[in-house]
């Protein structure tokens, strides 16, 4: 049997490992899942004939590259940072690779020696990046087929809690990586392009410059600028675009009650923080806040965040128990984003019967015969579980999908690539429709923009 290797078993691998359970009789594979922790790899496979679990320390070189060179194909769900001992060793094996993440500058490197072996590197093909990929070049493409000319591309995904989930005053929660959603948007300013003016945004704006979205039947949303727009102009081939901007999807209000915590310092990764693990939730608020030998932490709090008493900002930060002065923060020499994470996690991790929700939106401005036409495409995906997520779906089917592809020999383009050619997006949108992840598109009138006020 063709035999699959999987390493890592988190939260976004539920979907992935189904995918290849189900088809492992007629495709004839064996689905060897790895993990650090076997008992999460064992959890997904089951006693499924065709699948074993392994214990697989990607730090192990031994071990890693043991499992590696059984492996018709590679798939690696590690953190990003991770992946590239596992793409060595796969190029040295001769194994063809996929991985969801960004590619960093690390796996670029190995273009012209993958090229040289033949070997297909997959990246950016789960949800964000990859579905968001696949879902914009099929339009863009289409378009420009067509004699249009592309003019405004904007596109904004987020992960969010379904609304019957929806059980906080934040409407949010955990959906993927608690530690990523605690540091984003940092590491840059937000750079991007509206009608030929080019736009900043710093990391200390970023929480305060919104888009508004709405999305029939699901109300509406709000987005901040993703870190930087502007490289997706060589990307999807839109250099002369005049409007290229993508976001982060989340309800209305998040974005300003986010801001309280950058404002405070408590999103910092930069430094730890003494004597972290007997701090109390209280002794963590008020170390950011000045002294006074008479005002209490909340008074402080709200007098240095200009918070009115019937203010909504308020209640959120109650709601999150921040002025708990006896539950400890129990991390040692942690920062300030480490116990700011696990603060929240104490109120927005998933229940087990809670259901999250992935929410896409695409604009394509574009010309046409001395005429400017708008499309606009939305995609609404809900999860089932706690297990069983909207996110585990939209990041492991286009993974596993991209993967059974090239080793099927059907996607065969070499090299360290992401998923905007048509060899890539036609076969896997059009797989990933028969697992309800579709988008509805319609033609609207053309908002654009005012050049004399940009």
């Not at 997904?44 to 031994?62: M, Q, W």
């Not at 250099?239 to 915590?261: N, P």
Request: aromatic share 10%.
């Amino acid at each position: 049997m063709r035999n699959i290797l999987i390493i890592g078993a988190g939260k976004s691998a539920s979907y992935l490992i189904k995918y290849f359970l189900d088809k492992s009789q007629t495709e004839n594979l064996h689905i060897t899942v790895g993990d650090i922790n076997v008992e999460n790899a064992k959890k997904l496979v089951g006693d499924h004939p065709n699948a074993s679990a392994i214990f697989l320390d990607v730090f192990n070189e031994e071990n890693r590259k043991k499992a590696i060179e059984k492996a018709a194909i590679v798939i690696s769900m590690l953190p990003a940072r991770f992946h590239i001992e596992v793409a060595k060793d796969c190029v040295h094996y001769g194994k063809n690779m996929v991985t969801a993440s960004y590619i960093s500058p690390e796996m670029k490197a190995l273009d012209e020696a993958v090229k040289e072996k033949g070997l297909v590197f997959m990246n950016e093909i789960g949800v964000d990046p990859g579905i968001d990929h696949m879902s914009a070049m099929i339009v863009i493409d289409r378009i420009r087929d067509n004699g249009g000319n592309m003019v405004l591309f904007e596109s904004f995904t987020g992960g969010l809690v379904a609304p019957e989930s929806d059980t906080n005053l934040w409407n949010y929660k955990f959906t993927w990586n608690p530690r990523n959603v605690v540091l984003a948007g940092q590491g840059g300013t937000a750079k991007f392009i509206q009608e030929g003016a080019y736009k900043y945004i710093p990391y200390h704006r970023l929480f305060r410059r919104t888009e508004f979205l709405k999305v029939e039947g699901y109300g509406k949303f709000e987005a901040y600028a993703n870190r930087d727009s502007l490289k997706y102009r060589s990307v999807y081939g839109l250099d002369d675009i005049l409007t290229l901007y993508r976001g982060t999807i989340r309800r209305v209000g998040f974005s300003r009650a986010w801001q309280m915590f950058v404002i405070l310092g408590m999103t910092d990764d930069s430094y730890t923080i003494e004597n972290s693990a007997e701090m109390t939730y209280r002794d963590f608020i008020n170390s950011f806040l000045p002294y006074s030998p008479t005002d209490s932490v909340e008074l402080k709090l709200r007098h240095n965040l200009k918070i009115d008493q019937d203010d909504t900002l308020w209640e959120k930060l109650l709601e999150l128990d921040i002025f708990n002065g006896t539950k400890k923060v129990g991390l040692d020499n942690a920062t300030p984003a480490q116990i700011l994470q696990k603060i929240l996690m104490d109120s927005w991790t998933l229940a087990p019967e809670d259901k999250d929700m992935i929410v896409m939106y695409h604009k394509f401005g574009y010309e046409k015969d001395g005429k400017k036409h708008q499309i606009e495409s939305k995609m609404v995906i809900l999860g089932e579980d706690q297990t069983y997520t909207a996110m585990a779906k939209t990041v492991g089917l286009p993974v596993a999908i991209a993967a059974l592809k090239i080793l099927n020999g059907e996607i065969t383009t070499p090299g360290v690539q992401l998923p905007i050619t048509k060899e890539v997006y036609t076969p896997i949108l059009k797989e990933l429709e028969k697992y309800g992840i579709a988008f509805h598109e319609e033609e609207v009138p053309y908002f654009g923009y005012d050049p004399a006020n940009m």
